[in-house]
């Protein structure tokens, strides 16, 4: 499903090298104000009262954490920084466990997704 959607994106990007160009500065990505701003600009059109894009990286945790997946492969997945002696010893990339955590995740998302439909 999120290869879809990318693949649906990037058509609309047109010519940009940007998966998600600037809509007003040629040869540049969108930037966080702009999205701030977007969604700020449309919350009452989707009849939501408070929403920043933040919100998005919470929910997948919580979502993926209670679907079982193991709370070090969530945290891989959000790119932070384990601290700690162990953090230094372990250089497993944890990219076998992140795909499969986010393969489930799009399945789950996009039953979600369909049956609200």
Avoid: C
């Amino acid at each position: 499903m999120a290869l879809k959607i990318l693949k649906e994106t990037k058509k609309l990007s047109k010519d940009s090298s940007f998966l998600f160009p600037s809509p007003t500065k040629e040869n540049s990505h969108i930037t966080e104000p702009a999205i701030d701003r977007a969604i700020r600009n449309n919350r009452e059109l989707f009849d939501v009262d408070h929403f920043v894009p933040h919100d998005l990286r919470r929910t997948v945790a919580s979502q993926i954490t209670a679907m079982g997946i193991p709370r070090l492969t969530v945290s891989k997945i959000l790119n932070h920084v384990e601290s700690g002696v162990t953090a230094l010893y372990d250089r497993h990339s944890y990219d076998k466990e992140k795909r499969a955590a986010l393969e489930k995740w799009s399945k789950r998302l996009e039953k979600i997704v369909t049956s609200s439909s």
